[in-house]
């Protein structure tokens, strides 16, 4: 499959099509790479979760909890924002279950196990829950 500038050989027919799109490549213009693929997580994936960060701190700045009361920061309220939540909640979490902390290393279970376990902390103690996007949600 061809998108933009990349070329995702997924299947025997991409193979074909790659090898022709390949073959008229000007070398001058373009820089060709292969890269393995990896059972990390997926593109879908990353996006769900910035998705859901962003999700969570709309949810969270609307429901009267800042950063402040949620970590118990003692300095001036801080709304969430995508960023404050993924590097404050996600990653101490995924931490705190023994990953790594890049979300880019993590494999595609990882992401579940991670979600499950911050959702159900600000289900009990916050009243807020947001689902984690789906594929449909995120086109």
């Not at 193979?15 to 022709?20: E, G, N, P, Q, V």
């Not at 990896?38 to 909890?65: M, P």
Request: proline letters at 2%; hydrophobic letters at 30%.
């Amino acid at each position: 499959m061809t998108t933009g500038n990349s070329i995702f050989i997924s299947s025997d027919r991409n193979r074909l099509l790659a090898i022709k799109k390949l073959s008229d490549i000007d070398l001058n213009k373009y820089e060709v790479k292969f890269i393995k693929k990896r059972d990390n997580r997926t593109v879908l994936q990353n996006s769900a979760l910035h998705k859901y960060c962003e999700l969570l701190a709309k949810e969270l700045n609307d429901s009267g909890y800042d950063m402040k009361s949620v970590l118990t920061m003692k300095t001036a309220d801080i709304p969430w924002t995508t960023i404050s939540v993924k590097e404050n909640l996600w990653k101490s979490i995924q931490q705190a279950m023994g990953k790594d902390e890049s979300t880019t290393k993590q494999d595609r279970q990882s992401y579940s196990d991670t979600y499950e376990v911050l959702n159900r902390f600000t289900a009990e103690k916050l009243g807020v829950s947001v689902p984690f996007p789906s594929s449909e949600s995120m086109k």
